[in-house]
C-alpha cells in the first residue's frame, strides 16, 4: 500500500443514445456516440479508517465553486472493494451538465483505489466495477464504457464489453460548449415517456466523422424532446451562423463545432474550450 495515489479520466459528451436492458448490470447500460473530451476528473485517495468522499467544483480560476460531502456511487465502490479511503475528486466542468463527470469521477477514483491499496485489478476490471456503480445508482448509462479510451466514440453494445468504435486524432474544427445549469439525469433516465422519445429518435448507425457526429447528434436532439428553452436559443444562434451545434445529453447545455463556435456560444452563456481526448482513465501518482 501507499500513502496516496491520483488518477484522471477525462469526460465525455453523449450526442445520442439509446438503453439496453441487459441481463446483468454489465450488459445493461446504453449504445450511441459521444466525444471524449480532455477535461475530466481527478481523483486523489489516501488511506482512512472509514471511507470518505468529498466532491470539489472547480470554477475557471480554480476557486471552489461547489462542495460535495458525499457520493452515493464511490461510496459503493469502496464497499465492493473492501477498502477504507479519503477520496477527493475534482472538476472544472459543472457538475450535471452532460459532460459525463459522474462515469469520470468514479472511474479515476477506482483506479486510484486500486493503486492506493494495490488491489491488482486490470483496466477492464477498474471500468467494470465502475460501470457497476453508475448503472446501480443511474447516474449515467455509457459514460463509463466511452471514457475507457479517447476519441469520437461510438458504442454499438453496452456495458465495458459491448463493441466500441473509436476516431481518434486532432480535431478537425475547435469544439466549445456552454451550459444554462444541471439536467438531473436520473429524474430523465427513470421517466417512462423522456425514455421511450428517446428510443424513438435514436440514428441507428454510427458516425463517419466529426461532422456526420454533430448531424446525428442534432436529429436525434430534435426527436427526442429533451430540448430546453435555453438550449432551443442557443442552438438558433448556431443555426443562424451556420455553426454545427446540438444538445449536451444529458445536460441543459450546447456543445459546437467550428472557427465560429466560440464566438456565437458567447452570446448566450460563457463557453468553455474543449478538445478531444486522445485517451481514457489513468494513474497519474502513486507513491509513500
Same mark, same amino acid.
Given at each position: 500500500?501507499?500513502?496516496?495515489?491520483?488518477?484522471? !479520466?477525462?469526460?465525455?459528451?453523449?450526442?445520442?443514445?439509446?438503453?439496453?436492458?441487459?441481463?446483468?448490470?454489465?450488459?445493461?447500460?446504453?449504445?450511441?456516440?459521444?466525444?471524449?473530451?480532455?477535461?475530466?476528473? $481527478?481523483?486523489?485517495?489516501?488511506?482512512?479508517?472509514?471511507?470518505?468522499?468529498?466532491?470539489?467544483?472547480?470554477?475557471?480560476?480554480?476557486?471552489?465553486?461547489?462542495?460535495?460531502?458525499?457520493?452515493?456511487?464511490?461510496?459503493?465502490?469502496?464497499?465492493? %472493494?473492501?477498502?477504507?479511503?479519503?477520496?477527493?475528486? #475534482?472538476?472544472?466542468?459543472?457538475?450535471?451538465?452532460?459532460?459525463?463527470?459522474?462515469?469520470?469521477?468514479?472511474?479515476?477514483?477506482?483506479?486510484?483505489?486500486?493503486?492506493?491499496?494495490?488491489?491488482?485489478?486490470?483496466?477492464?476490471?477498474?471500468?467494470?466495477?465502475?460501470?457497476?456503480?453508475?448503472?446501480?445508482?443511474?447516474?449515467? %448509462?455509457?459514460?463509463?464504457?466511452? !471514457?475507457?479510451?479517447?476519441?469520437?466514440? !461510438?458504442?454499438?453494445?453496452?456495458?465495458?464489453?459491448?463493441?466500441?468504435?473509436?476516431?481518434?486524432?486532432?480535431?478537425?474544427?475547435?469544439?466549445?460548449? #456552454?451550459?444554462?445549469?444541471?439536467?438531473?439525469?436520473?429524474?430523465?433516465?427513470?421517466?417512462?415517456?423522456?425514455?421511450?422519445?428517446? $428510443?424513438?429518435?435514436?440514428?441507428?448507425?454510427?458516425?463517419?466523422?466529426?461532422?456526420? =457526429? =454533430?448531424?446525428?447528434?442534432?436529429? =436525434?436532439? $430534435?426527436?427526442?424532446?429533451?430540448?430546453?428553452?435555453?438550449?432551443?436559443?442557443?442552438?438558433?444562434?448556431?443555426?443562424?451562423?451556420?455553426?454545427?451545434?446540438?444538445?449536451?445529453?444529458?445536460?441543459?447545455?450546447? =456543445?459546437?463545432?467550428?472557427?465560429?463556435?466560440? $464566438?456565437?456560444?458567447?452570446?448566450?452563456?460563457?463557453?468553455?474550450?474543449?478538445?478531444?481526448?486522445?485517451?481514457?482513465?489513468?494513474?497519474?501518482?502513486?507513491?509513500?
Amino acid at each position: 500500500m501507499v500513502d496516496r495515489a491520483v488518477a484522471f !479520466c477525462p469526460g465525455h459528451i453523449s450526442g445520442y443514445f439509446r438503453r439496453v436492458k441487459g441481463t446483468s448490470v454489465q450488459t445493461t447500460g446504453s449504445i450511441g456516440a459521444g466525444i471524449v473530451i480532455s477535461a475530466g476528473v $481527478e481523483a486523489t485517495a489516501t488511506p482512512a479508517d472509514r471511507p470518505q468522499v468529498l466532491v470539489r467544483e472547480v470554477d475557471r480560476t480554480g476557486t471552489c465553486r461547489t462542495v460535495l460531502t458525499a457520493s452515493p456511487p464511490i461510496a459503493y465502490v469502496m464497499d465492493r %472493494l473492501g477498502v477504507a479511503a479519503a477520496v477527493t475528486t #475534482v472538476c472544472t466542468l459543472p457538475i450535471g451538465a452532460g459532460f459525463g463527470l459522474s462515469a469520470a469521477a468514479l472511474l479515476s477514483a477506482t483506479a486510484a483505489l486500486n493503486a492506493l491499496y494495490d488491489l491488482g485489478l486490470s483496466a477492464h476490471e477498474v471500468t467494470a466495477l465502475a460501470h457497476e456503480a453508475e448503472i446501480v445508482h443511474q447516474t449515467g %448509462l455509457g459514460d463509463v464504457s466511452a !471514457c475507457q479510451g479517447g476519441g469520437l466514440v !461510438c458504442r454499438e453494445g453496452p456495458g465495458p464489453d459491448g463493441t466500441i468504435g473509436r476516431i481518434c486524432g486532432p480535431a478537425a474544427q475547435p469544439l466549445c460548449a #456552454v451550459t444554462f445549469g444541471p439536467l438531473p439525469t436520473p429524474a430523465v433516465l427513470q421517466s417512462g415517456p423522456a425514455m421511450a422519445a428517446v $428510443e424513438a429518435a435514436f440514428p441507428a448507425r454510427c458516425p463517419d466523422d466529426l461532422v456526420d =457526429f =454533430f448531424g446525428l447528434s442534432r436529429q =436525434f436532439a $430534435e426527436r427526442s424532446g429533451l430540448i430546453t428553452p435555453e438550449v432551443r436559443h442557443a442552438l438558433s444562434l448556431c443555426d443562424d451562423a451556420g455553426v454545427p451545434a446540438s444538445m449536451t445529453m444529458l445536460g441543459n447545455g450546447v =456543445f459546437a463545432s467550428g472557427d465560429r463556435a466560440l $464566438e456565437v456560444l458567447s452570446t448566450a452563456g460563457e463557453p468553455y474550450h474543449l478538445e478531444i481526448a486522445s485517451g481514457g482513465f489513468s494513474v497519474l501518482e502513486h507513491a509513500s
